[in-house]
């Protein structure tokens, strides 16, 4: 299936390509602020509409996932980084998919804490 999402002014726009059936929930001190639900799947089933350009970055611990961000809007819709076995990897924030019930998805919850 495929969704669309964007931040909330629509400066940063994707459409993202599989079957979405469970979300990530991390209690990491970055995702539980921001009360994100994380859908990983392979950076070639994401597909931007706006220019990367378009795009803040946000780094910490260890640098490894790029967070990023709408500087217009503050809207953090997808990060993007390298999977455990090596491949290019996209987390989206499924809070920031269109028509998404986030109430019918399975959660798993995430220690991010201890990475």
């Known amino acids: 299936m495929r969704y669309h999402g964007s931040c909330h002014c629509g400066g940063i726009a994707f459409d993202v390509e599989g079957e979405l059936t469970q979300v990530m929930e991390c209690n990491c001190s970055h995702c539980s602020r921001k009360g994100f639900l994380m859908w990983f799947v392979s950076r070639e089933q994401v597909t931007l509409k706006t220019p990367e350009a378009n795009m803040a970055e946000y780094t910490f611990n260890k640098h490894a996932i790029h967070h990023h961000f709408c500087p217009q809007c503050g809207c953090a819709p997808l990060s993007f980084?390298?999977?455990?076995?090596?491949?290019?990897?996209?987390?989206?924030?499924?809070?920031?998919?269109?028509?998404?019930?986030?109430?019918?998805l399975k959660h798993v919850q995430i220690d991010g804490r201890s990475f």
């Open 81 to 104: 980084g390298t999977g455990p076995g090596g491949k290019a990897m996209a987390s989206v924030n499924v809070r920031c998919l269109e028509g998404v019930d986030v109430t019918g």
